[in-house]
């Protein structure tokens, strides 16, 4: 409107009569100023007739962070950031008087409220399509099972410096035929069915042989689809929950994935290494084997089968006699309701040479746990579960009085959240 009176001002008054010294004064104003505007407006970009726009109303309260005035803090895409937390509360009728569960990793306390875990995951996936062939994936763990996991002196030289660190590498997928997969750093293990996040089980304490066999590994592991059933791995790694090496010896595992149907899997792992800690400056000679098989079957769109078998044998030297540890187990879960299943396991572990548990015996557990998806996100589990070997082992309120077995009864709470979807 004030450029409209700029420009009708001087015609009216031109067709009516001649302009004043003061008028023709005021023009000149005028013009002056709208060189001015237009000088400045050359400087600033903006052009000379826009106005600014209107700027569109908030809905954010006040005080509270705009999501739209920070694009910087949004995750690159591909990226996610993944937080669990995972408690119990655990009763021991053995009532030991250490307060603790033989042969457990993750509920080991009895009469106790217990932090299990409480982890956090950032991780990139590649994204081959849109030309992203690089990833990275850490998770950070703290709670008893970090104690489980990585707190051993036995395994580590300096457990107190990787103790919170339980996955850290990173990946490249090379253009070699389909996609070969390189992995380096530190990796959770894929021997044996179970695995480290809670949400993911079947039980909700761990199976003998998940706390037997390794439960990560530090090195190189590469992937390659060698058709669309079947994937292979091989990794060169320090050892066995070895994070840094404590001989010069490296460690190989071969690790081949069957997908025959879509509602069949099976694993066929195999690791050979010299596990051994040098002595005095020399390392033992002694090898150790690991076989692992497993296979879920999704019977029906209600009904989960698995089963798992393993055979470990380790010599100190090689002329060493054998330790053996042998065994399996077998998985069941129906789910009743949607939000509702029952899951159980049945398993065995020969212990020939106490490789295991310290002193020769032959192991078995059956566990029964009820499952309730209360919303997702959040479980609440219940479980009994009892174990028994063929000599006195557990302990109990007395301390000179070994029992033949242990049962324990379970209250265990999982939170999870984030941006990962599927197991972790």
Known sequence: ???????????????????????????ERIE????RLALLEERTGRTANAEPAAAPASRTPPGAANP??????????????????DGYYGYNFNRPYGGTNV??????????FSLNQAGIIFERTADLAGGRRFAARLDLQFGQATETLQGSAANERRPEVYRHVFQAYGSYTAPVGKGLTIDFGKFASSFGIENNYTKDQLNYSRSYWFSFLP??????RTSYALTGKVNASYWLTNGLNQ?????????????????????????????????????????????????????????????????????????????????RVTGGAGYARYRFRRKFNLASRFEYLNDLGGLFGGVTQSLKDATLTAN?????????RLEYRRDWPDVPY??????????????????GLIWWFGGKQGAW
């Not at 009176?5 to 067709?15: F, G, K, R, S, W």
């Not at 002056?32 to 060189?35: A, G, K, T």
């Open 1 to 27: 409107m004030k450029y409209l009176i700029i420009v009708l001002l001087p015609t009216c008054v031109a067709a009516q009569k001649p302009l004043t010294g003061r008028e023709r004064m005021l023009l």
């Open 215 to 220: 439960f990560y590994h530090m090195g190189i």
């Open 103 to 112: 042969l457990r990793a993750y509920d080991v306390s009895s009469n106790s």
């Open 243 to 323: 994070t840094e090496d404590f001989n010069k010896f490296k460690s190989h595992a071969i690790v081949l994935n069957f997908k025959p149907t879509s509602n069949v899997s099976a694993n066929l792992n195999y690791f050979s290494g010299q596990e051994q800690r040098a002595v005095s400056g020399r390392e033992p000679r002694g090898r150790s084997h690991v076989i692992d098989s497993y296979m879920p079957w999704q019977a029906t769109d209600r009904l989960l089968l698995a089963a798992e078998a393993d055979c470990v044998i380790s010599r100190v030297e090689a002329f060493s006699p054998p330790r």
């Open 394 to 411: 557990f302990p109990t309120a007395n301390p000179n009085r070994l029992n033949r077995e242990q049962n324990t009864a379970l209250l």
């Open 32 to 35: 002056e100023l709208e060189r």
């Open 68 to 85: 739209e005035a920070t694009p910087a803090s949004k995750l690159p895409e591909g990226a996610t950031i993944s937080v669990n937390l």
């Open 372 to 380: 309730f998806d209360v919303e997702s996100g959040f479980q609440v």
